[in-house]
Nanobody, 117 residues
């Protein structure tokens, strides 16, 4: 199994920045994608950004140009730099990992990001 430990999050004003970090441990050899989902009250959980082991990325359209995902395969860490934050970015953010195939997805405990206007 994989364990994911998140850090970061907090309260910032609109236009500010936060950096989320996540460290994976356990059966990290099985991980292909690592990234971040978020869920705001009354909304579906949505993929914010992810990166494959080979460096391919996907971003939620509304965060393109503002958020940047980075990954260190050797350290099994992934980070999300969030710039120019907007109130609509307010959500609980969850680190996740996904295997190439045939395995389980794993999730961090979630961290609250609140952006005030």
């Amino acid at each position: 199994q994989v364990q994911l430990v998140e850090s970061g999050g907090g309260l910032v004003q609109a236009g500010g920045s936060l950096r989320l970090s996540c460290a994976a441990s356990g059966s990290t050899f099985s991980i292909n994608y690592m990234g971040w989902y978020r869920q705001a009250p009354g909304k579906q959980r949505e993929l914010v950004a992810r990166m494959s082991r080979g460096g391919s990325t996907n971003y939620l359209e509304s965060v393109k140009g503002r958020f940047t995902i980075s990954r260190d395969n050797a350290k099994n860490t992934v980070s999300l730099q969030m710039n120019n934050l907007k109130p609509e970015d307010t959500a609980v953010y969850y680190c996740y990992s996904a295997p190439t195939r045939g395995g389980n997805d794993y999730w961090g405990q979630g961290t609250q990001v609140t952006v005030s206007s």
